[in-house]
């Protein structure tokens, strides 16, 4: 028993990693990043190293699309606008971290691609002329994207959240664009299934750099990293709605259409990534870090293990494990691991 504070429950036995000062975990952690960022760089520029102009048949490009998959394009176009906002907002919270915040550069150029490549979709389908596209790209940018949350840690996983959701987005856009969807053949489009294609396998990309770095944070920082999770799950949004004019009507053509609402949401982006993040249902999570927050120990820390009863935390130290091994993989591929070795965590012992 704990004799200091007789009513609390006798300490549990930490995860070896949690045994070690906060400053120690932060710079493991960064180095982990610093990696990961140098081995997300060296597979985009490897395998989608894609051109919004060059990359794609426009000549074939219909010009007989539905109205909603019309209005999901332009919305998209709109969404995209704001890749220099999410840049520099994030850039300028995470700008402290080597790795995140040259990470968020790349991303940005990733970004940037995706607005060029609904704008061209929107010329060369014919349904807007060059002016409205410009005159709508100018009203767009009078208006200026603001982070939802301050902390680097809160936007991380918004970020987790928002790629996932993206990603299911365009995903789904993609297959109406295959005939298979709401709208029919009409939308059949070999050029714009392509495109989501593309679009989507960046979305995809950017989704698991966020979600390693997540679970990063959570292995590294638990409690820290669950509250931030719970948080912002709460008051999910995806980014501009409330400054994009009319955005409205975008959200409800593409959930008439199946491709995004709060059904998707729910059951494509929050329980997808959860389970990947090796958390439960956001309900368990805040009934975790409630329970863990009435027991803090002499320092005010949680000494209880509350907070891993809504978190498979095993789970999370077995994906970070086999994350080293790749990052230690392509490290020593182009030599990193001799001028710059990567600092292994003390991970548990495996069962025996
Ligand atoms: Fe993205």
Avoid at 17 to 30: D, F, K
Avoid at 32 to 61: G, H, I, K, M
Avoid at 71 to 100: C, M, N, W
């Amino acid at each position: 028993m704990n004799k200091t504070f007789p009513l609390l429950p006798p300490d549990i036995e930490l995860p070896p990693v949690l045994n070690l000062c906060a400053a120690t975990r932060h710079r493991m952690m960064e180095e982990a990043v610093v990696s990961l960022y140098r081995w997300y760089v060296a597979r985009s520029q490897e395998n989608r190293n894609w051109n919004p102009d060059t990359s794609l048949d426009w000549q074939n490009f219909s010009e007989s699309h539905s109205d909603e998959v019309h209005v999901a394009i332009e919305g998209f176009f709109a969404v995209e606008q704001y890749v220099p906002d999410y840049t520099s907002k994030l850039l300028s919270k995470v700008r402290e971290s080597h790795g995140r915040s040259h990470f968020q550069l790349r991303w940005g150029s990733e970004g940037q691609k995706h607005m060029e490549l609904w704008r061209n979709a929107i010329l060369v389908g014919k349904r807007r002329k060059a002016d409205w596209v410009r005159e709508y790209g100018e009203q767009l940018r009078n208006e200026e994207w603001n982070l939802p949350w301050d902390d680097p840690v809160h936007m991380l996983f918004y970020t987790v959240f928002q790629e996932r959701a993206t990603q299911v987005n365009y995903l789904n856009l993609g297959l109406i664009a295959k005939g298979n969807g709401a709208t029919g053949e009409q939308d059949r489009d070999p050029v714009l299934a392509e495109a989501c294609r593309l679009i989507a396998a960046d979305e995809a990309a950017h989704y698991h750099f966020f979600l390693e770095c997540a679970r990063l944070n959570l292995y590294f920082f638990p409690r820290r990293s669950l509250e931030a999770m719970a948080d912002v799950l709460r008051h999910f949004a995806m980014p501009a709605g409330n400054i994009i004019p009319n955005f409205a009507n975008f959200a409800e053509t593409v959930m008439k259409i199946g491709v995004y609402g709060p059904r998707h949401f729910s059951r494509d982006v929050a329980k997808v990534a959860l389970e990947q993040l090796g958390a439960k249902a956001l309900r368990a999570v805040e009934e975790g870090i409630k329970k863990s927050r009435n027991i803090p120990d002499e320092f005010g820390l949680f000494r209880s293990g509350a907070i891993f009863e809504s978190l498979n935390y095993q789970g999370v130290e077995q994906k970070v494990k086999q994350l080293y091994g790749r990052l230690r993989a392509y490290n020593s591929e182009v030599g990193r691991h001799l001028v710059e070795p990567l600092t292994e965590p003390p991970f548990s012992p495996e069962p025996a």
